[in-house]
């Protein structure tokens, strides 16, 4: 097993070169200069040229490259243009909030998404059916941005139960601040639980149909006993697949929410440095970004063998 | 707490979920009153967070709105677009007009107890002309600016003196602009040993609280402020801080930001998006305020540009563009057009400044015929950042078209669109300039070398001279009459087209007494209390 994981980090640095490399050089493609967004419409020539000396913009390319890859080896990721901020205690601070919302709603939308998956499986072509489907179908055709919108006003505004706007932190406040995520992990979970059930069920309904579900059921087993033992662990595989890219796709950051909810976390730090070409920082968010997919799709790997003991590591 | 106690007689699942709902409910009214506490808190909004604390360095409007209420300098602009003591109780100027001495007023205090004197206006001075401090107007004082400062000292404890290179009639209007920090005169104290910057200790009614990135930022009031005498007047007048703390909240999202005022969970916003307008327009909880501020829209036009370099083809378009009509669907009614580069907040906006350009479509193809246009496409720059910006460019595009100009957009990001302005690479832009106080100003910004600074928009020797005849003269009179002639060139030439200056709208809870605009557009909450738990 340890060996197994040792030769999938091997394997992962080859793709974080790739990665670090081309969000160096992609974002500097984008045309836009960040002295220019901080000095403003009035900034004079000589002014810019003194930041872009100051922030080493004035280096050619494989020079700034060469110097931000030997400070990102040796852990540092550097300054943020716009704030001063150093770009990996900025990147962590937000990312545990990021975070926190992401895995509590994925894994509550994981869990509807088992049972509602399920349920509807095991009475397919059935109203209850057809109401799943139905259901997951227009949670999924629904905005994030939207629903997060329509939550904000019927329980922030219109029922007033839930705060939406100046979120604490939980070291602060932790009633408050846990009230502050009720809404975005809400929307998360509404937004994600469709496209899980989805799975969830055409897997069931692929393992229903084969011959071992039917052997259990003929050696007397009770509904309850078949769904859970037989078919559970074999049509929750290729939902855990899907777990792992919607878990590393959303702990990238989940901007929209993030903005309309006003949480400070990693999407809205990515969308707001890449509006202020802040390079260092959207440099380091991506390489960030990379590192929790790569480590996310591993440990969903590694849970494989959990649900199905015919894979295992070796 | 009501669903818990009707609950009776419901289903157990139903139960469950109302008693979820009001536990919800039971902690969200907890957290309500862990958030009241007996000092008075007023909530404003910021749309994003501010850049630093460092006034006029690294900066923003956010960040100048906030740092205003921190720091002070000499002089402040007055309502009225007037330059008026602030720290400085007077000054005078010497008979070649170079020298400016300023005396400063006596029992004002810095946030850390330590007494105002000269030698803190010549330190905070002397560290902004420093390059590594960034200061915004430096440049100003530059070779290519008003006047360079060749001195400034501080004879005795009251009086600083300051010397520049050449006259500067601009100068006290310079250290006033928001956007340089008001040359806010800051305590040494305020960086480190090696210079580094920590926090800014000023002199202002309220001193930086905590300030949590990308959350809020808390202004707690000083005690010990000594304001000027009069009712509050611009950045100047009497400043009483009126609450015991004020909370800048970052809300990114306009809608979430007027839901949130709705609520009562903000009690101020400052400048609301028109297209929320139809939100809160009657309702008893909120109260509209609109002011015309010296912002102004414009459309730009590289008259570098083969194409564009014949001021036919500009004149052209330029007719083809109902102000009017553009103003009203850009901005919702809420902004009135204007055509001239002199903001109508001015003093020298005069009728005949006023005077809008009437459409006319057939003098408009005649024209582009006459400058041998053959219906090529040009095209137009915008952004979606600002979504005025962006309406305005589909308007300008559908109104030329009727005259066979043909326009294509190009909409790009903030930072490209900036970027494009400063290199001078664009056809046609649509752009807005922050308020200047000073119709002189906002010539300035148009008007210079190309060859220079491509970023300039109107490169005629003839214009630059009456720009230095503006900025050289104090006489209101001598004043008028350039800007008029600058005025006349300006739709001759048409290197612009300006479209409208805006208005600003401000949303505030119906207990809030005390906040009103000015068309410096700058959040202003000194002055600014409450009357009431609900309404006065």
Not at chain 1, 6 to 33: K, Y
Not at chain 1, 189 to 210: K, N, P
Not at chain 2, 220 to 243: E, Q
Not at chain 2, 389 to 396: H, K, P, R, S
Request: positive net charge.
């Amino acid at each position: 097993m340890l060996s197994y994981v040792a030769r999938r980090l091997l394997l992962a640095l080859p793709t974080l070169v790739l990665v670090a490399l081309a969000v160096f050089f992609l974002i500097r493609l984008a045309p836009g200069d960040p002295a220019l967004v901080m000095l403003g419409e009035g900034a004079d020539k000589a002014a810019v040229a003194d930041m872009h000396r100051e922030l080493g913009l004035d280096q050619p390319l494989p020079a700034q490259f060469l110097t931000w890859a030997g400070h990102v080896a040796r852990g540092d990721l550097g300054r943020s243009i716009s704030s001063g901020e150093p770009v990996a205690a900025l990147i962590l601070t937000r990312f545990r909030l990021t975070a926190t919302v992401v895995v509590i709603a994925v894994t509550l939308a994981t869990f509807i998404a088992v049972c509602a998956g399920m349920l509807a499986a095991w009475r397919q072509d059935t109203k209850l059916d057809m109401a799943i489907v139905g259901a997951s179908t227009l949670v999924l055709a629904i905005p994030s941005f939207w629903l997060a919108l329509l939550l904000l006003l019927l329980f922030g505004l219109k029922l007033g139960w839930l705060p939406f706007v100046g979120y604490v932190p939980f070291s602060e406040a932790p009633v408050q601040a846990a009230l502050f995520v009720v809404l975005p992990i809400l929307t998360l979970t509404v937004g994600q639980s469709g496209v899980l059930t989805r799975m969830m069920r055409s897997s069931a309904i692929e393992v229903m149909q084969l011959e071992y579900v039917t052997h259990a059921r003929a050696k007397g087993l009770s509904e309850a006993a078949v769904l859970r033992r037989h078919v559970f662990p074999n049509a929750f595989a290729p939902t855990l697949t899907l777990v792992g890219l919607t878990l590393g796709h959303l702990l990238g950051g989940i901007a929209v929410i993030e903005t309309v909810f006003t949480l400070p976390g990693l999407g809205r730090l990515m969308v707001d440095s890449i509006l202020a070409r802040d390079y260092p920082v959207v440099q380091g968010c991506l390489l960030f970004t990379a590192v929790v997919y790569i480590a996310v799709n591993l440990v969903v790997d590694l849970c494989y063998p959990i649900f199905d003991p015919r894979v295992t590591a070796s | 707490m009501k669903p818990i106690v009707s609950m009776g007689g419901c289903s157990p699942p139903v139960r469950r979920a109302r008693r979820a709902l009001g536990w919800i409910a039971g902690l969200a009214a907890l957290a309500a009153t862990q958030g009241a506490a007996a000092e008075t808190l007023l909530r404003a909004r910021l749309a994003s967070d501010i850049l630093s604390t460092e006034p006029g360095g690294r900066r923003d409007g956010n960040t100048d709105d906030v740092l205003a209420h921190v720091v002070e300098g000499l002089v402040a602009y007055r309502e009225n677009g007037e330059v008026g003591p602030m720290l400085a109780k007077s000054w005078t100027i010497s008979p070649d007009r170079r020298t400016y001495t300023f005396r400063l007023r006596t029992g004002v205090t810095f946030h850390n107890g330590q007494p105002l004197t000269a030698a803190d206006v010549v330190w905070s001075i002397k560290r902004y002309l420093q390059p590594s401090t960034h200061w915004r107007c430096a440049s100003e004082f530059g070779p290519q600016g008003i006047g360079r400062i060749i001195g400034v000292a501080g004879p005795d404890p009251r009086t600083v003196v300051l010397t520049l290179d050449r006259p500067a009639p601009l100068l006290l209007q310079t250290l006033a602009r928001p956007d340089c920090g008001q040359t806010g005169v800051l305590h040494p104290s305020s960086v480190g040993p090696d210079g580094t910057w920590r926090a800014p200790i000023g002199t202002g009614p309220f001193m930086i609280g905590a300030w949590k990135r990308n959350q809020y930022i808390d202004l707690v009031r000083f005690p010990r402020y000594a304001s000027l005498p009069g009712p509050r007047d611009g950045d100047g007048g009497g400043k009483h801080a009126l609450v015991d703390r004020v909370r800048f909240i970052v809300i990114p999202d306009s809608s979430a930001a007027r839901a949130a005022l709705l609520r009562g969970s903000l009690d101020v916003i400052d400048s609301l998006s028109p297209t929320e307008l139809g939100g809160v327009v009657g309702d008893r909880r909120v109260r509209l305020q609109y002011a015309a501020t010296g912002d102004f829209w414009l459309l730009m036009l590289q008259t570098r540009d083969p194409l564009l370099a014949d001021a036919r083809l500009r004149r052209a378009i330029a007719l083809t563009i109902d102000s009017a009509a553009l103003t009203k669907a850009v901005t919702w009614g809420t902004s009135r057009p204007d055509n001239s580069p002199v903001p109508s907040t001015s003093s020298y906006w005069t009728p005949f400044q006023a005077r809008l350009r009437k459409v006319d479509l057939a003098e408009a193809r005649r024209l582009a015929r006459a400058a041998g246009y053959r219906g090529q496409a040009i095209r137009l720059t915008t952004n979606r950042r600002f979504p005025q910006m962006f309406d305005a460019a589909i308007l300008i595009q559908a109104m030329a078209r009727r005259a066979g100009i043909r326009f294509t957009i190009d909409t790009v990001d903030w930072a490209n669109e900036v970027q494009r302005y400063s290199a001078g690479d664009y056809q046609g832009l649509v752009f807005s300039f922050s308020v200047r106080m000073d119709p002189a100003m906002d010539f300035d910004l148009l008007i210079g070398d190309k060859t220079k600074d491509p970023r300039k928009v109107w490169a005629s020797p003839a214009a630059q001279a009456l720009l230095d005849q503006a900025s050289r003269s104090d006489d209101p009179v001598t004043r008028q009459a350039v800007f008029d002639a600058l005025q006349r060139d300006f739709l001759q030439e048409t290197p612009a087209v300006v479209l409208f200056n805006a208005t600003r709208i401000s949303a505030t809870r119906a207990n809030v007494v005390g906040f009103k605009e000015w068309p410096a557009a700058q959040q202003r909450l000194w002055g600014v209390g409450f009357c009431g738990a609900r309404s006065c």
